[in-house]
Nanobody
């Protein structure tokens, strides 16, 4: 059973930075996508960034140039480096994994992936 656990959220001032981490375990897919999503109460969950097994990354337009997704395969950990944070980045951030073998940018528009974490809250103050 795949499990993903997020950490690293917190309160930061606008213009600041945070790095989120996602520890993954139990992944037995031969190929898969991993991604970061976020959700504000009352709104749909939004895909933020995705990465495939070849290291190819994809980003939502709203975070391009500010956020960077990466992973440490030796540690089975996914990261999201968030710079130049804005108040509109405030949300619960979720990590997800899915055995999709197509271009991982596709998962950014999905609402149902195979494994989700519990989320970590990011609050950006103005």
């Amino acid at each position: 059973q795949v499990q993903v656990v997020e950490s690293g959220g917190g309160l930061v001032e606008a213009g600041g930075s945070l790095r989120l981490s996602c520890a993954a375990s139990g992944i037995s897919y031969s190929r898969y996508c991993m991604g970061w999503f976020r959700q504000v109460p009352g709104k749909e969950r939004e895909g933020v960034a995705a990465i495939d097994r070849d290291g190819m990354t994809s980003y939502a337009d709203s975070v391009k140039g500010r956020f960077t997704i990466s992973e440490d395969n030796a540690k089975n950990t996914l990261y999201l480096q968030m710079n130049s944070l804005k108040p509109e980045d405030t949300a619960m951030y979720y990590c997800a994994a899915d055995p999709y073998t197509g271009p991982c940018r596709a998962i950014l528009s999905w609402s149902a992936l195979d494994a989700w974490g519990q989320g970590t809250l990011v609050t950006v103050s103005s």
